[in-house]
């Protein structure tokens, strides 16, 4: 992508001859990653968001940095979402694409890129070509916030982009990887929300912590809500290793990891062995392995 130019719109396709036939109508997530893109509900956010896209970096200098929130970034078909914190400054928020354009994308896309997830261990731009998997990469909250620290406030708001985009993803979704003690606090009401059953007490983050979901597993009814074609599986149990529970309910592994900031790849908390072994474990829960 030349630098000069805007980030391309996330949610929309590539460019096409005038002799193709008429695209088919936008999936019901692309509709949803184009509304993502329109918020602007938290004042604190949008205000930083679009500060730092006018006064950049200067290594950036010469881009149109994106400077709205950050669509989810993946196939309407995963079978595995990674969940992290929020764009980068001058990552996503500069980008347009989530993890893309930042250290911790570095260390992240070379991880899904060694397990075999992603087309390429790299993530510069959305017209790099990298392609995921069976991978869908989300966030609790869609904006670059300052310090890298949204409010718990910030974050409920923003909780509803990511249910929707969970009953969305629910007919196939088997697992997820959770990055960070933030993300994890944010996801698990999410879960709820979408309709799995999440454990009470409700289970604390840890890295290489594995939490079994009982689900709906059923469709979406018109209002958005759940309409499962089987029961729920009480109290977060359910089979191993991401088979489907009995009469169609499917439930949901979840996964803690250290999120893959600097501070943590620096430091050696989280090395990239102990990141591919997450991803490799959530893989096969996922059934992409």
Request: net charge positive; hydrophobic share 35%.
């Amino acid at each position: 992508m030349d630098a000069t130019e805007a980030p391309s719109d996330p949610a929309t396709s590539s460019s096409r001859s005038t002799a193709s036939p008429a695209p088919a109508a936008p999936s019901a997530l692309a509709l949803l990653d184009r509304r993502v893109g329109e918020c602007r509900a938290c004042p604190r956010l949008v205000a930083w968001r679009e500060e730092v896209a006018r006064t950049k970096r200067a290594a950036f200098a010469d881009w149109t940095y994106w400077g709205r929130p950050v669509p989810g970034f993946g196939p309407s078909d995963a079978r595995l979402l990674i969940v992290g914190l929020a764009p980068a400054a001058h990552g996503g928020n500069r980008t347009g694409r989530m993890f893309t354009g930042d250290r911790s994308g570095d260390v992240l896309y070379r991880a899904l890129y060694d397990v075999g997830l992603a087309s390429q261990p790299t993530a510069v731009s959305v017209d790099d070509g990298l392609e995921l998997y069976g991978v869908r990469i989300t966030s609790p909250v869609h904006c670059a916030p300052p310090a890298n620290r949204p409010t718990p406030g910030e974050r409920d708001t923003c909780r509803p982009w990511l249910v929707r985009e969970l009953r969305l993803l629910r007919p196939t979704l088997r697992a997820v990887v959770v990055l960070g003690a933030f993300g994890w606090q944010a996801a698990l009401p999410a879960f709820a929300e979408a309709g799995w059953t999440v454990p009470r007490p409700r289970p604390p983050f840890g890295h290489g912590a594995r939490v079994r979901l009982g689900g709906p597993g059923g469709r979406e009814g018109p209002d958005g809500r759940a309409v499962p074609d089987g029961r729920a599986v009480p109290n977060g149990k359910g089979t191993p290793e991401g088979r489907d529970e009995p009469d169609g309910v499917h439930g949901l592994d979840v996964f803690g990891c250290f999120h893959v900031s600097q501070r943590n790849t620096f430091t050696g908390r989280l090395t990239p062995e102990m990141l591919r072994e997450v991803l490799r474990t959530a893989s096969g829960a996922a059934g992409l392995s």
